[in-house]
């Protein structure tokens, strides 16, 4: 009897929201409609005009179900059994067009500007827990968990005219959001747990670990990382381009009006990128004590320590085709991935009743967190490490209005550049294919420090005061290791060792001498693991009970800067930030907000 218990629930939500766009961004959607479809020497632009929908209000609506089993099982006085299942599908439409710090995207196109966020997962976990004696727990789990997600766009058939048809502009964008579709993640793992626990006297001990691997992990890209799609930006607003005629004499027709092209595999009609890491595992232990040094006083101490195997995908990492393009010019970034393995996080914390009666406490503490190394964000590098090159790209550029790659390039009436070809086993000669690749020595770590003070009044009103730093440590950040020289770099004439006429890259003559190629790669990103962050906030709780009531009052002031905005590594649904200048990611006018930095908050409740 009562040997059995078990729950089971099924929540399903429901969800509408809307997102307003700022009126000059629907102004300039608009006038960028009217002015295509007007064009009629220029078929191409009058398709594009037709399929924009200019919108002010973009509306998103959710969808989810969610069901869970849970049990208990006695099997002896000493021993226990839990098992859970958990199952989620959800879908949502348009949550993605535009996330947090992107351009407005004033356009709802059904047949090329809109997304489809959906998936699913499931997860079986179980335990067995073993009551070893009155003073000593043992608790062994293991789990299983699949996820899959997609971000989709219902864009029609793929072909060179999605390149003209995805634009941005200075103030909004139109057509397909390259940026969040589309994408395919998977991701099934297999997790085994032990935590052991002891009372000794004034310690209370516990030693556990965890491993895990991961039979599949990884997105299918088809557009995402590279916009495979194909996409082209302009230097000036539609209102700025059809009203200067000095700048824009015939345009949208003005040759070089284009700032840059990209050409992609995927709008070729090339399959998705593979970007699985390959037999990733992770491997955790830990050790923790609890001491109560004085009837007032607690310690808390403990230290941690994590192993990422695989997670940059190192079994791989040799056959990517930007490694062994750098590797060959001698290029300091032209080295493989390592594995951290030195990820220890000790921790450290401690609880004082100040006066002894339970009024008054002072807590602090600190500790060291390691990150896991980000799969999805190395997507774009993981698509050069496959047998088969898919997802790529490439990107040609101007510097201004008629000067550049694309001086002559005239919008909706010249033929695109050449770019990659689908299902190609080394990089297209000539073709400025994108290049991505890391430099990963460090697992992102954040220190965290912590001081708070507890005061009760009376039994049923009590203050609390709670202040937090963190500092993020090797965070990841982007930088562009071949970007188009010219004045702005002081140092641009020492990369010109082969004559290259203006517009020329800084790698390009090093890969000319190299591998006889200035062009086999173009604009190449790396992402480093060398950013740092900052977060700092106070918060102020006050709570009075009073019969059957209870009021409480939360105030947060917060701070949150980070080099380029990009706490975490993440600046907010945009990916990982840019500098403004190259050379100087760590410059001035670097180090700023991030989108975490929400300065007061106040919450009341009763």
């Not at 218990?5 to 961004?25: H, I, K, S, W």
């Amino acid at each position: 009897k009562n040997k059995i218990f078990y729950f089971g629930a099924v929540e399903r939500t429901q969800q509408g929201l809307t997102v307003t766009f700022p009126a000059n961004a629907l102004n300039q959607a608009t006038i960028l409609k009217q002015t295509l479809s007007s064009l009629t020497t220029c078929p191409t632009c009058q398709q594009v005009g037709a399929g924009i929908v200019p919108t002010g209000i973009l509306p998103e609506t959710t969808r989810n179900l969610q069901d869970t089993i849970k049990g208990d099982y006695a099997i002896t006085s000493n021993h226990s059994l839990f098992v859970r299942w958990t199952q989620q599908r959800i879908s949502n439409f348009d949550d993605v067009l535009v996330l947090p710090g992107q351009l407005p995207h004033p356009d709802i196109n059904p047949n090329g500007s809109n997304t489809t966020d959906s998936g699913g997962g499931f997860s079986l976990a179980g335990s067995e827990t073993w009551l070893i004696n009155a003073n000593t727990l043992n608790t062994f789990g293991v789990q299983g968990n699949r996820v899959r997600t997609s971000m989709t766009c219902n864009c029609g058939t793929p072909g060179p005219f999605w390149a003209f048809r995805n634009l941005s502009f200075p103030s909004e964008g139109v057509g397909e959001a390259v940026s969040s579709t589309d994408a395919f993640y998977h991701q099934d793992k297999i997790q085994f747990r032990d935590g052991f626990s002891k009372q000794m006297g004034k310690h209370s001990l516990k030693i556990g670990g965890d491993f895990g691997f991961y039979p599949t992990i990884g997105v299918n890209l088809v557009g995402p990382g590279a916009s495979s799609q194909g996409t082209m930006t302009f230097f000036d607003d539609p209102s700025v381009i059809v009203s200067n005629k000095t700048k824009y004499p015939e345009g949208f027709l003005t040759p070089g009006a284009v700032a840059s092209i990209t050409v992609g595999t995927t709008m070729l009609g090339g399959p998705g990128g593979i970007t699985d890491s390959l037999n990733a595992k992770q491997l955790g232990a830990f050790v923790q004590d609890d001491w109560k040094v004085l009837p007032r006083l607690t310690l808390n101490i403990g230290l941690r320590y994590d192993l990422d195997i695989n997670w940059a995908n190192q079994g791989q990492a040799a056959q990517s085709r930007t490694y062994l393009a750098l590797k060959a010019i001698g290029s300091p970034y032209g080295v493989l991935p390592k594995t951290p393995n030195k990820d220890f996080s000790p921790r450290f914390g401690l609880a004082w009743d100040v006066t002894g009666k339970g009024t008054d406490v002072l807590r602090a503490g600190f500790g060291m967190f390691y990150d896991q190394f980000l799969i999805i964000g190395n997507q774009s590098v993981a698509v050069q490490e496959k047998a088969t090159l898919n997802n790529l790209a490439s990107t040609f550029t101007n510097s201004a209005v008629g000067v550049g790659q694309l001086a002559n390039f005239v919008y909706g009436v010249s033929p695109l550049p050449a770019g990659p070809l689908p299902g190609s086993t080394q990089l297209r000669p000539g073709g400025n294919t994108s290049g991505n690749w890391l430099d990963y020595k460090h697992d992102p770590v954040n220190l965290q420090f912590h001081v708070g003070y507890t005061h009760q009044f009376t039994p049923n009103t009590v203050i609390s005061l709670d202040a937090t730093h963190i500092l993020g440590l090797h965070e990841v950040r982007q930088l562009m290791i071949n970007p188009i020289e010219g004045a702005w770099d002081p140092n641009a004439a020492a990369y010109n060792t082969c004559g290259a006429p203006a517009g020329y890259r800084r790698l390009q003559c090093a890969f000319q001498q190299t591998l006889g190629d200035p062009k086999i790669l173009g604009a190449i990103t790396l992402y480093s693991y060398t950013n740092r962050s900052q977060y700092n906030d106070l918060l102020v709780h006050f709570e009075h009970r009073a019969g059957r009531a209870t009021f409480q009052a939360n105030y947060t002031l917060s701070k949150a800067d980070a080099w380029g905005g990009a706490f975490g590594g993440s600046s907010g649904g945009t990916g990982i930030a840019n500098s403004q200048n190259v050379d100087q990611a760590y410059g001035p006018g670097e180090w700023g907000p991030s989108v975490a930095d929400w300065r007061h908050r106040l919450v009341l409740a009763g």
